[in-house]
């Protein structure tokens, strides 16, 4: 004789399998933290890659030519020459001298305000160009040659070499952010199996009792899934405001700071929704992992 | 496997179980179930009877032995079909196990929600069980607030509530009063006159004889005696009841 095997309780009586309640305690509040702290961790990985993309965006074509001489005039005539010399190359799109007053703001920090317009320290002119293509070693070395034919004290250097330090960096705490993520997930699905364990334990009775009249593993596993869904769902909303409200108060501050760089690294709206939708990934987790430790618990009776 | 058995609903063929490492508390017990028939299962405390009765509603695999029940070898059974089978038995154990936070009426209505039954269609018969068992005005008790006799009562509705083809009951009417005891062994018999097997384990011997037509199997130390040799295995000559009621 073939087995028809209803698989579904009707909602309400799935719901009175296990005393409401019986599973909640502390749980929506661990799934809370959980999500709010997830939030931030991928808020910040999120950042990075911002800061990592634009400043990179920003800086792949760009050079800085300096040129290194301590007479004024000299300087000048030089600086000229590289920027003429510069408009003139193919795959130079914009090239133009950084004018004095932003040069003295720049080295004010470190050497003082200078007197009467005139620094006692003779400061490079800066030229900054930015090419069509990403520069590369071949194209620095064929741009220094023309220079120094007419700039014999410039210095060219691209400017992603200079901040190649500074995207190792950024890089390695956006894997940092992506690792937290995934160490939130495990600590999730552990307190979720931790819970669903102690919640088999303490229904064992109810468990046998509907798997003697013929209940199967689905069945009680989706009781389980549903009542840690709903926590889950409940933990997770929290989680998000909380985990956004961090998130936009360290927005503000650090866009407070003004740096290009930190506000280089602000959120879009795919962040944003991205940001939204880890709750929903908590909760499928946390079912997930409910379903699977009560199938492998029932798998145990007979 | 014999197939002359046809017809038969269960099949016990040199049966033994232990538990651990302990000595057998059953052993070599073979029998035959027909549909149709009630059964009693005595003998003293201890004789292996609830054992026994674990065997019959699959809560438990014997240690050896072969089981046969509704045509299906219940010892190499796939797990995933258990709950097919047992969804064809109603039991009603010997310490009522009902589900403590759960009313007399979601109690009764449980095997009718595991198989499915939608909700529309359990108040009636529910309803209707409670009023035959005495406790309609009792449907919203827990079971912490029935006495022991109500509790066996919503155990047997909860056992009968389906239509099991097979009932097997461990003592059922141990608690209740000697009116309600022979009110429930009724409600056995009907279900009997309907079709189900009813095995019914008890040593009232008083009981036995309210029932003329049924058959006895008496546990001994865990060995089955059949006295009238009718249950035997495998058997001589089928025997259906359902012309005896």
């Known amino acids: 004789m073939a087995l028809k095997l209803p698989s579904l309780f009707t909602r309400n009586a799935e719901a009175e ?8 305690g502390p749980m929506p509040w661990v799934i809370a933290i959980m999500v709010a702290l997830t939030v931030i961790a991928a808020a910040a990985g999120l950042a990075f890659s911002n800061t990592a993309r634009n400043a990179s965006d920003a800086l792949t074509g760009g050079i800085t030519v300096q040129i290194v001489n301590a007479e004024p005039a000299e300087r000048e005539r030089q600086a000229q020459a590289v920027l003429q010399a510069l408009r003139r190359t193919p795959g130079v799109v914009e090239a133009s001298q950084v004018s004095q007053a932003e040069i003295d703001r720049l080295i004010e920090p470190w050497l003082g305000a200078p007197l009467d317009g005139n620094t006692a320290i003779p ?28 700039a014999p004290s410039a210095r060219v250097d691209a400017q992603s070499t200079w901040l190649k330090p500074v995207f190792s960096a950024i890089g390695t705490m956006r894997w940092l952010a992506l690792a937290l993520v995934g160490v939130l997930a495990f600590a999730l699905a552990a307190a979720v199996l931790l819970a669903v364990r102690s919640a088999l334990g303490t229904n ?69 929704i991205l940001l939204a939708l880890i709750p929903l990934g908590g909760v499928g987790l946390a079912m997930f992992t409910a379903r699977q430790t009560v199938i492998r618990a029932l798998k145990k009776m007979l | 496997m014999s197939n002359a058995a046809e017809g038969e609903i269960v099949q016990f063929d040199n049966v033994g179980l232990r538990y651990g490492t ?6 070599n017990v073979s029998f035959t179930l027909f549909p149709g028939g009630f059964y009693f299962l005595t003998g003293a405390s201890g004789a292996g009877k ?43 154990f010997q310490e009522f196990r009902l589900v403590q936070h759960m ?60 239509r099991p083809e097979m009932l097997v009951a461990d003592e059922p009417t141990g608690n209740v009063d000697p009116d309600m005891a022979v009110k429930l062994l009724r409600l056995f018999e009907a279900l009997n006159r309907l079709g189900t097997t009813v095995v019914v384990a008890t040593h009232d011997v008083h009981l036995l004889k309210r029932v003329p037509d049924s058959l006895i199997m008496r546990l001994d130390k865990g060995r089955l005696s059949d006295p009238t040799g009718a249950l035997r295995y495998p058997p001589r000559v089928p025997r259906p009841r359902g012309d005896a009621a």
């Open chain 1, 17 to 24: 399998l296990i005393p409401q309640g019986r599973l909640s």
């Open chain 1, 123 to 150: 400061v490079p002119a800066l030229i900054d160009a930015r090419l069509r293509d990403p520069v590369d070693g071949e194209m620095l070395g064929a741009l220094r040659r023309t220079l120094r034919q007419v």
């Open chain 1, 204 to 272: 064992r009775e109810t468990i046998e009792i509907v798997h003697l009249l013929g209940g199967t593993d689905r069945q009680i596993a989706r009781v389980f899934q549903r009542a840690i869904g709903f926590d889950a769902a409940g933990g997770g909303a929290i989680g998000l405001a909380l985990g956004l409200l961090v998130v936009l108060l360290l927005g503000k501050q650090l866009g407070g700071l003004g740096a290009g760089l930190v506000s280089s690294g602000a959120l879009g709206l795919i962040d944003w």
């Open chain 2, 22 to 27: 302990d000595r057998e508390v059953l052993s």
């Open chain 2, 50 to 92: 609830t054992s026994l009765l674990k065997l019959l509603y699959l809560a438990q695999r014997p240690s050896r032995g072969a089981i046969r029940m509704f045509g299906s070898d219940a010892i190499t059974l796939p797990r995933e079909r258990l709950p097919g089978l047992r969804r064809r038995i109603g039991v009603v």
């Open chain 2, 103 to 162: 009313s007399a009426f979601d109690n009764i209505a449980l095997p009718l929600r595991v198989a499915g039954v939608a909700e529309r269609e359990i108040t009636k018969p529910v309803t209707d069980m409670l009023e035959w068992v005495g406790l309609a005005d009792r449907m919203h008790a827990l079971p912490a607030q029935l006495s022991g006799g109500e509790q066996q009562r919503v155990a047997i509705a909860r056992a009968v509530i389906h």
